[in-house]
């Protein structure tokens, strides 16, 4: 409901914008149709979405408005009965909003109400600091996070005090990662049928950043809730449930010669994790990322690791005692900056093992048209968080209009 209102607000936004003077404003509309293949199987036509979006910017004396959104209608579920009626009813219409909100100034303070995004970390598409937005897992984990990063209604203000900039936010209602509606593309078989009990709380949060030694360094922590359910019993029926979350980390990145290093670490105080019994146990958690860049003409060629430690981990715990990630991607330009390619490649150890690698092209002809092309591949074993949908490899298009 909270998108269908902001977008209406959006609509509202633009026509008042036809009283104001238009130096103020910003109005950018936009049509798009993108649709996936997968590359298996009878039922080839897996989405074919048909999207109107409208991206709007005012900026005022001492108010300025962003808002990003769009209303999108999938007709795949018109042409085929693969899917449940829970995935056509969740994913057939739907409101996105990339962003809504307002900001001001006071004194030596910036302030931002509204849906918005925060990105914390040094981490090239993982996760070890950044835990502010939940994410909408309707594509897995297919496309760049920030698309499919979820924007949370938040009260943010940043300000800069001597050496150190300063970041706090309030997330008024805590949501957890939207995972993939029983039945569709993406599903996760193991929930199928088993209640979400989702949190229902505020989460605070901090960014303290600096230089220190020539490196950008920042110190982060957050308290709020797990973004993923634990699945527990208490005697009673299977359900899964969203526990506290306190986390402090820090991230660097400094360079060194052609090179830049990124580092993240996260601790987590007593984490919630399940049992085999579906019983709860608490660890104290300790999550860490090594990042390098290298620039090769108008290449950047990136490669990254991320593993876990889980203190007193034993082998009835849900989840396997290491979780190591390694990827490695290449991003560059072509024809004058009109093609942008990135090839990227990702492997999880833990289960089996299984990988996910990727082909991504981005073509603008014209400032108004943007065109794409992805190629999305998956291996591995069952039991394995990219092995579990080896099935599912697609071949991805898009066209946008912006007018």
């Known amino acids: 409901m909270w998108r269908l209102a902001a977008f209406s607000s959006l609509v509202a936004g633009g026509m008042i ?6 130096s103020e404003w910003y109005v950018e509309p936009r049509v798009s149709i993108a649709a996936s293949y997968r590359l298996h199987g009878s039922e080839t036509l897996t989405s074919q979405v048909n999207a109107a979006g409208l991206k709007l910017e005012y900026y005022g004396d001492s108010l300025s408005l962003n808002f990003d959104g769009e209303l999108q209608y999938d007709a795949v579920f018109d042409w085929n009965n693969q899917y449940s009626r829970e995935a056509r009813d969740e994913y057939g219409t739907r409101g996105w909003i990339d962003e809504a909100y307002l900001s001001w100034g006071w004194n030596m303070w910036s302030f931002y109400l509204g849906y918005q995004k925060v990105v914390w970390g040094e981490a ?17 984990v297919l496309f760049d996070i920030d698309d499919y990063r979820i924007s949370q209604p938040m009260l943010r203000t940043e300000s800069t005090l001597g050496d150190w900039d300063v970041e706090l936010l309030w997330v008024f209602e805590s949501e957890p990662n939207q995972l993939a509606a029983s039945g569709s593309e993406f599903a996760m078989p193991v929930l199928d049928g088993i ?34 359910p634990v699945l527990v019993s208490g005697g009673g029926p299977l359900a899964g449930q969203y526990y506290n979350q306190r986390m402090l980390g820090n991230s660097l990145s400094f360079s060194a010669g052609d090179f830049i290093f990124r580092t993240e670490l996260a601790w987590f105080y007593q984490q919630s994790y399940g049992t085999l019994s579906f019983e709860r146990e608490k660890h104290n958690t300790t999550q860490g990322l090594l990042g390098i860049d290298y620039l090769y003409r108008d290449w950047l060629i990136t490669g990254q690791v991320s593993d876990r430690y889980i203190s007193g981990w034993q082998s009835q715990l849900a989840v396997p005692e290491s979780d190591a990630i390694y990827t490695l991607s290449a991003e560059g330009s ?59 490899d697609r071949v991805w298009v898009s066209t946008t209009y912006y007018f």
């Open 124 to 140: 090239d598409d993982l996760r070890v600091t950044d835990v502010v937005n939940p994410l909408d897992l309707k594509d897995f």
């Open 334 to 392: 072509l024809f004058a900056s009109k093609l942008t390619a990135r090839f990227a490649a990702s492997y999880a150890d833990s289960n089996g093992g299984g990988g996910l690698y990727q082909m991504k092209l981005s073509y603008v002809p014209a400032s108004d048209w943007k065109m794409q092309f992805n190629v999305d591949l998956l291996n591995g074993e069952k039991t394995n968080f990219f092995g579990q949908y080896k099935s599912n």
């Open 195 to 228: 209640p979400l009990d989702e949190p229902s709380g505020s989460e605070f949060g901090f960014r303290f950043s600096t230089i220190l030694y020539d490196a950008d360094a920042s110190f982060y922590g957050f308290s709020g809730y797990q973004d993923d």
């Open 17 to 22: 914008a036809q009283g104001v003077q238009a």
